[in-house]
């Protein structure tokens, strides 16, 4: 990072902690490890992550945590956009830069569907000891100075009105309170630290704020039905460092549940429902009371969101107020979430994909990953499902890859329109191929280290050990692999059971096929190419896709399972009559047994199906 004034960086020596990355497990506990507590539940000491002490002062960094506070805010107005360097506010002597902070600007426009100005915040942010803070923020009309908190002289205005440039709607001003000096505080030991105002940020809609944010009412903007937004100044207070995922893992049963949500079509607004009888209907809040209900029935131990978030098509037209309405449900529960992007959540101004995951990843009991540079897409990356004993032995691989947006289109009056999906490049085979040939081998199936606290989990029978001898091997994990746009291959024909001589498929095709038109070859140099071990068979057990909202089929093709989703929202599109649903992958007995089937929007379980392991079909020789 660039060296600049008031920063300094801390040297910090704590211990190394286990991730869900790819890298191998300890196959032993670490020395001095408490055997009597879940290894996952161990505090592990990673607030030095947050890396406070070492985050600029003069960058806007709304989702970092920062334990420096805000000394000074205002307003500018500008005729064009601020980010190219206009309406920065008047500059002061260099004394004064370094004492009170360097203008920070909050890139949000504040005015972004109803003003003629373009309005932006400025605030200055300070280590200095010597300096009051912000401890408090209100929004007041013209001439209510009256109504702020005694005494008077603690608080300063914002020169300009929020809502400068729009037509219809009152004057509405910023006033904050400056509070105690970060030295009296330790040095008198005034507990104020929890009331310092740490960052400001807007929100369009009626979504909810990031993680640690809070609404300040009345909002900066009155939206106007089917125009605008209600538009909101929210800040976050005290220091709040985000809530983190614990690593996944397998339960002391062996069990494991993930919940497959998928194509969204969330926007700024509350969206529309389409194609449903639900009468009354609210697109993404009732969607959002689908997820909280399916959620409590489930109870998963992950959540894999399979793209298209975001509706894209002009209503996701700020991404940064619809990241967090999504995942909310998710988050409220403390589960662990990961997630893949759909063709539509490029449709959605200037927040890039990259710009996107560097918000996920920074969001509670996110698991999303960045993925190589060098790798087409943004978030292909591995997570790892352990073992519940002390050795962490990797059960379960989950591999997650970007099916892209589009490939090619046409440029019109109207714009540039797409005419080819995206597709799984040679970049992302090699990639998938070396991360395979990372992925450790055990003795399969698995059994803990010892049997003692299981009951008869394994059947620790004479006949079951001898049975668990004869036929245990060395083999990968199973694998689920996660993408969006269903590869070609998807709708080829289905493997035929030897034994029930039928077709091994459930489920409804029920949308036209939808897959990418070229084909770097993905199933055929990647898929069937990483196998359990040196005498062959499929690692990967299950794909799971979106993009097509009515189809909720599972297919196996050359021992490979291809499973859709089925929408899960009101707010795209649907077939009346035809249920929104999520898709369940229940994992059982240490990640040998793989069941699924779909949780409606009535919870009503529909075509389950054992796919891979005990009670399963035969598996694939070939």
């Not at 002390?390 to 691989?397: A, I, Q, V, Y």
């Not at 892209?404 to 597709?423: I, L, N, Q, R, V």
């Not at 395979?436 to 003795?443: A, F, I, R, T």
């Given at each position: 990072m660039k060296i600049g004034w008031q920063e300094w960086d801390a040297i910090v020596f704590a211990p190394s902690v286990v991730s869900n990355n790819q890298s191998a497990a300890p196959n032993a506990p670490a020395k001095g490890e408490d055997k009597s507590t879940d290894w996952w539940n161990v505090e592990d000491n990673t607030s030095f992550d947050q890396g406070t002490s070492t985050l600029p002062l003069d960058e806007w960094l709304p989702l970092q945590v920062h334990d420096a506070g805000i000394s000074e805010i205002t307003m500018t107005k500008c005729f064009v956009d601020h980010a190219y360097g206009f309406c920065y506010p008047d500059t002061t002597p260099e004394e004064v830069h370094s004492k009170m902070g360097k203008w920070t600007r909050v890139e949000r426009d504040l005015q972004p569907k109803t003003g003629i100005y373009y309005l932006s915040f400025y605030y200055r942010r300070t280590r200095r000891l010597d300096v009051p803070l912000i401890t408090d923020l209100k929004l007041l009309g013209a001439d209510q100075e009256n109504l702020l908190p005694h005494p008077l002289d603690e608080w300063r205005g914002v020169a300009h009105s929020l809502r400068d440039g729009v037509s219809g709607q009152a004057s509405l001003y910023l006033w904050y309170k400056l509070g105690p000096t970060m030295g009296e505080m330790l040095t008198k030991n005034v507990t104020q630290t929890a009331d310092l105002i740490m960052e400001l940020d807007v929100l369009n809609g009626e979504g909810r704020p990031f993680y640690g944010f809070e609404n300040l009412d009345p909002p900066l903007a009155i939206g106007k039905p089917g125009q605008s937004e209600n538009v909101h100044l929210i800040y976050k207070r005290g220091v709040k460092p985000i809530p983190r995922a614990k690593p996944l893992h397998f339960s002391h049963a062996g069990h494991f549940k993930i919940l497959q949500v998928a194509d969204l079509h969330f926007s700024v607004s509350n969206g529309r429902c389409r194609d449903t009888s639900l009468s009354p209907c609210k697109g993404d809040s009732d969607t959002l009371e689908l997820m909280n209900r399916t959620l409590d029935l489930e109870k998963p131990d992950l959540v894999v969101f399979s793209g298209d978030q975001l509706n894209g098509q002009g209503t996701s037209w700020d991404p940064r107020s619809v990241l967090a309405k999504y995942a909310g449900p998710v988050i409220d529960r403390q589960i662990p979430w990961a997630m893949v992007f759909g063709n539509h959540d490029s449709e959605v101004g200037d927040l890039t994909r990259h710009g996107q995951l560097r918000i996920l990843?920074?969001?509670?009991?996110?698991?999303?990953?960045?993925?190589?540079?060098?790798?087409?897409?943004?978030?292909?990356?591995?997570?790892?499902?352990?073992?519940?004993?002390?050795?962490?032995?990797?059960?379960?691989?989950?591999?997650?890859?970007?099916?892209?947006?589009?490939?090619?289109?046409?440029?019109?009056?109207?714009?540039?329109?797409?005419?080819?999906?995206?597709?799984?490049?040679?970049?992302?085979?090699?990639?998938?191929?070396?991360?395979?040939?990372?992925?450790?081998?055990?003795?399969?199936?698995?059994?803990?280290?010892?049997?003692?606290?299981?009951?008869?989990?394994?059947?620790?029978?004479?006949?079951?050990?001898?049975?668990?001898?004869?036929?245990?091997?060395?083999?990968?994990?199973?694998?689920?692999?996660?993408?969006?746009?269903?590869?070609?291959?998807?709708?080829?024909?289905?493997?035929?059971?030897?034994?029930?001589?039928?077709?091994?498929?459930?489920?409804?095709?029920?949308?036209?096929?939808?897959?990418?038109?070229?084909?770097?070859?993905?199933?055929?140099?990647?898929?069937?190419?990483?196998?359990?071990?040196?005498?062959?068979?499929?690692?990967?057990?299950?794909?799971?896709?979106?993009h097509v909202h009515l189809t909720n089929s599972c297919r196996r093709v050359l021992g490979i399972w291809f499973c859709f989703n089925g929408g899960s929202s009101y707010s795209g599109y649907g077939k009346t009559g035809v249920d929104r649903r999520f898709r369940v992958f229940n994992i059982t007995d240490w990640g040998e047994t793989i069941t699924t089937y779909g949780r409606t929007e009535h919870g009503e379980v529909v075509d389950k199906i054992v796919l891979v392991g005990h009670g399963g079909p035969t598996p694939y020789e070939g």
């Open positions: 990843r920074n969001m509670p009991y996110s698991l999303v990953e960045a993925g190589p540079s060098d790798v087409h897409g943004v978030g292909n990356y591995v997570l790892s499902v352990r073992s519940p004993d002390p050795s962490r032995t990797r059960l379960l691989t989950l591999y997650f890859l970007d099916s892209g947006s589009y490939s090619a289109g046409a440029w019109d009056w109207f714009g540039w329109t797409p005419t080819e999906y995206d597709y799984l490049r040679q970049s992302q085979i090699d990639w998938f191929l070396h991360e395979s040939s990372l992925s450790p081998m055990h003795e399969r199936p698995w059994h803990p280290d010892t049997g003692k606290d299981l009951g008869d989990a394994w059947g620790r029978t004479g006949q079951g050990k001898k049975r668990q001898t004869s036929q245990r091997s060395l083999v990968k994990p199973n694998g689920l692999m996660f993408y969006h746009i269903p590869i070609q291959e998807t709708y080829s024909t289905a493997d035929i059971d030897p034994i029930s001589n039928k077709k091994l498929e459930i489920g409804e095709q029920l949308d036209d096929k939808s897959t990418p038109k070229k084909n770097d070859g993905f199933f055929d140099k990647g898929l069937l190419k990483a196998f359990e071990n040196e005498l062959g068979g499929r690692e990967i057990k299950v794909v799971a896709n979106g």
